[in-house]
């Protein structure tokens, strides 16, 4: 079965630090990793996405995540906390079934 | 905008009703996936529908279940509604699965409040 943990419920970075969500995931395929983030009131909008290419993935807003293997880990990161950012983060794995199965959040705040 | 839409956006109802939620997903894609949002279970996967026909099922409780038409449009049915249905509800949708490595794009979710 796949899942992921991500671990702290919430995060607060002050404005121009540096933004680290964790994601350590379980799956007994190659996984499919995703982060997705959703601002207040909103959908879910994709991040990013690791389908088995590169294992550093960069996505929109600057931000990036690295696929270890060795560590089980899908961590993001963004060089420089914006306002902006403040929102939740959700880590997700693709399943056996080809869904996704999403991990509990993570809720950014960022302190100007 | 993801491309992909759902109404309404809200909806408050009482407990023993049903509703439908509806969800038109992008262009071109065939799949359609439902999610839960909820404070205590998080987002859970409902279903799948593939061009018309269910896929995959996840935590859907028999009160629920879902369609899609041949329009490619899918709706939600929720039957003998209780107060723990209060919910986000997601719809989203991807060209076909997961299988290679497709995206999945979410709508903006309806509420459902249950009184």
């Known amino acids: 079965a796949q899942s992921v943990t991500q671990l702290g419920s919430h995060v607060s970075v002050s404005e121009g630090a540096l933004v680290l969500l964790r994601c350590n995931y379980s799956?007994?395929?190659?996984?499919?990793l995703f982060w997705y983030v959703q601002y207040p009131n909103q959908g879910l909008q994709l991040l990013l996405k690791?389908?088995?290419?590169?294992?550093l993935v960069k996505g929109i807003n600057g931000f990036e995540a690295e696929f270890k293997k060795s560590e089980t880990s899908f961590h993001l990161t963004k060089p420089s906390a914006h306002m902006s950012d403040a929102a939740e983060y959700f880590c997700?794995?693709?399943?056996?079934?080809?869904?996704?199965?999403f991990g509990t959040g993570t809720r950014l705040t960022v302190i100007p | 905008d993801s491309g992909v839409t759902q109404t309404p956006k809200h909806l408050i109802t009482a407990t023993g009703q049903r509703v439908t939620l509806r969800c038109s997903p992008r262009?071109?894609?065939?799949?359609v996936y439902w999610y839960q949002q909820s404070l205590d279970q998080g987002l859970q996967f409902l279903i799948q529908?593939?061009?018309?026909?269910?896929?995959a099922k996840g935590n859907i409780l028999e009160r629920f279940s879902a369609q899609q038409f041949p329009d490619l449009h899918s709706e939600l049915n929720l039957s003998s509604l209780e107060l723990g249905d209060s919910a986000l509800y997601f719809c989203?949708?991807?060209?076909?699965?997961?299988?290679?490595?497709?995206?999945?794009?979410f709508g903006p979710g309806t509420r459902l409040t249950v009184l």
């Open positions: 989203a949708s991807s060209v076909v699965g997961l299988e290679s490595g497709n995206t999945q794009y």
């Open positions: 799956s007994s395929v190659p996984p499919y």
């Open positions: 690791y389908t088995s290419a590169a294992t």
């Open positions: 997700a794995v693709r399943t056996g079934a080809n869904n996704l199965f």
């Open positions: 262009s071109g894609d065939l799949s």
């Open positions: 529908y593939y061009n018309g026909e269910e896929r």
